[in-house]
C-alpha cells in the first residue's frame, strides 16, 4: 500500500524559531512536493524535487528552503517563522502523473 | 500559464440529490486532469484522472469528461451519500510534473 508520511500532524513553534518539517514516502517515487494549503487560496506549491539533492522553486517559495539527501525523505524548513507561515502543509509524491499525499501538518506560528 | 477554475462552493446537498462541481482550464497542449477529495482531518486522494481528450474518468459513482472544446472537466454525481461530504479538487498537469489545483469546492451533504 502507498505511504506517504509526515513528522507531526499538528505543531506549534514562535516567531523566528527554525522549524522542520519531515516527509517519507515508501514507494522509491523520483518526484515529491510540498503544498501550503490556505482556505479559499487552495494548494499552492512550495518547493518540489525531481531526484536527491535536486529541488526547483515553486510558486511561493519565499522564507522556505527544502533539503532532499535520501530519495524517500524530503524535508521543508522554514529558516525563521513568521505568523504568516501558519498554514496546513501537505507532502505529496509521484509516480506516472499521479501525486500521493500525506495527512498534512497544520502549523501554528504564535 | 497553466490555470485552473472550478466552482466555489460551498455546496450543500440533500441526500440522493444530484452533484455537479463545474471546472475548467487554460492550458497550452494537451494536459492530463484530475480530480482530487479531502476528507475531513486528512490530505489528498485521487478520485479519478483523464488524460486525453473525450476519456471519462470514474470513481466510487462519480464521473468527469475530459471536454477539450470547451476545456472542461466537470464532476458529477447521480446520488450522493453523507460519507461524500469532502473536499474537491480538480488540477491538470501540464509537461512538467507539477500540478496545477482549483481552490477546491466544498461539499456538505445532509442526511
Known amino acids: 500500500d502507498v505511504k506517504v508520511t509526515q513528522s507531526s500532524r499538528y505543531l506549534v513553534k514562535r516567531t523566528g524559531e527554525k522549524v522542520f518539517l519531515e516527509c517519507v514516502q515508501d514507494?522509491?517515487?523520483?518526484?515529491m512536493f510540498w503544498y501550503r494549503q490556505d482556505p479559499g487560496l487552495g494548494l499552492r506549491l512550495i518547493y518540489f524535487?525531481?531526484?536527491?539533492?535536486?529541488?526547483e522553486k515553486g510558486d511561493i517559495p519565499e522564507g522556505y528552503s527544502v533539503s532532499r539527501e535520501k530519495k524517500e525523505r524530503f524535508s521543508l524548513i522554514l529558516e525563521s517563522a513568521s505568523t504568516n507561515q501558519t498554514s496546513m502543509y501537505l507532502c505529496?509524491?509521484?509516480?506516472?502523473?499521479?501525486?500521493?499525499f500525506g495527512p498534512g501538518t497544520r502549523l501554528t506560528v504564535t | 500559464g497553466n490555470s485552473v477554475t472550478q466552482m466555489e462552493g460551498p455546496v450543500t446537498l440533500s441526500e440522493e440529490a444530484f452533484l455537479t462541481i463545474n471546472c475548467t482550464y487554460t492550458?497550452?497542449?494537451?494536459?492530463?486532469l484530475f480530480w482530487y477529495v479531502q476528507y475531513p482531518g486528512e490530505g489528498l486522494q485521487l478520485l479519478l484522472k483523464?488524460?486525453?481528450?473525450?476519456d471519462k474518468g470514474s470513481n466510487k459513482g462519480f464521473e468527469a469528461t475530459y471536454r477539450k472544446e470547451t476545456t472542461s472537466f466537470h464532476l458529477e454525481k447521480g446520488s450522493v451519500q453523507v460519507s461524500d461530504s469532502a473536499v474537491y479538487f480538480c488540477?491538470?498537469?501540464?509537461?512538467?510534473?507539477?500540478?496545477?489545483f482549483g481552490k477546491g469546492t466544498k461539499l456538505t451533504v445532509n442526511p
Open positions: 514507494m522509491d517515487h523520483e518526484n
Open positions: 505529496a509524491s509521484s509516480f506516472a502523473s499521479e501525486q500521493y
Open positions: 488540477a491538470l498537469k501540464g509537461g512538467s510534473e507539477k500540478l496545477v
Open positions: 492550458a497550452t497542449g494537451y494536459p492530463s
Open positions: 483523464a488524460t486525453k481528450a473525450d
Open positions: 524535487s525531481y531526484d536527491v539533492k535536486m529541488k
